[in-house]
């Protein structure tokens, strides 16, 4: 399950845009991958120094990833297409990190 981390600066960006980048995130990686389950942990620090108006994180698990290039090519344009179609005018970086978790659900 990937799990994207969103943090972004408040006096930048509002906390709807924050939300609507978040929701089109989750559903980005969603229908790339083909994975459901995919969180999205949103917040802005009470404590910046030097930060970019949004920074975008996603984590998932190494071996569903084929090709760490392509995958990241694919959430990047998808974004690319929604920023423009929402007219997102704050950059946005994208990290994809492979992670070799294991974990378990529900305990």
Known sequence: MPVIHLEFDDTKVSSEEARALSEAIRTIVSEVTKIEDVMVYGRTSEIKINVHPIEIWVSMSAHKIENVDVLLGLFRDRLV??????????????????EPWKFVIGI
């Open 81 to 98: 297409e929604w920023k423009k179609e929402t007219v997102c005018i704050h950059p946005v970086n994208l990290t994809l990190i492979p």
